[in-house]
Nanobody, 126 residues
Framework: QVQLVESGGGLVQAGGSLRLSCAAS????????MGWFRQAPGKEREFVAAISWSDSNTYYADSVKGRFTISRDNAKNTVYLQMNSLKPEDTAVYYC???????????????????WGQGTQVTVSS
């Protein structure tokens, strides 16, 4: 069983930055591929970014490419999402997710992930 706890959300002005963290329990963090998703009010939960377990390859949604960076620290069992140049449309609840699934082709799909955090709110004011 893997437990995920997100932190770092908050209110920021457009153009600003935030760094989200997701701490994972357990001794198998280095075997997990990790993802970030977000859900705005009235919308479906959507893929934001993912990082693979083996070689730390990273994957991004087009809407955040060049502005967001996902990274991991296996020694701390933590994955990060650095968000720069934030826009009002980035406002959402951000969720951390984890999977032992190996194929990167499916990292953008919610059904790939077995474990989810409780979410952290990010609000970007204009």
């Amino acid at each position: 069983q893997v437990q995920l706890v997100e932190s770092g959300g908050g209110l920021v002005q457009a153009g600003g930055s935030l760094r989200l963290s997701c701490a994972a329990s357990g001794r198998t963090f280095s075997s997990l591929s990790m993802g970030w998703f977000r859900q705005a009010p009235g919308k479906e939960r959507e893929f934001v970014a993912a990082i693979s377990w083996s070689d730390s390859n990273t994957y991004y949604a087009d809407s955040v490419k060049g502005r967001f960076t996902i990274s991991r620290d296996n020694a701390k069992n933590t994955v990060y999402l650095q968000m720069n140049s934030l826009k009002p449309e980035d406002t959402a609840v951000y969720y951390c997710a984890a999977t032992y699934y190996r194929s990167s082709r499916n990292y953008h799909e919610r059904r790939t992930y077995d474990y989810w955090g409780q979410g952290t709110q990010v609000t970007v004011s204009s």
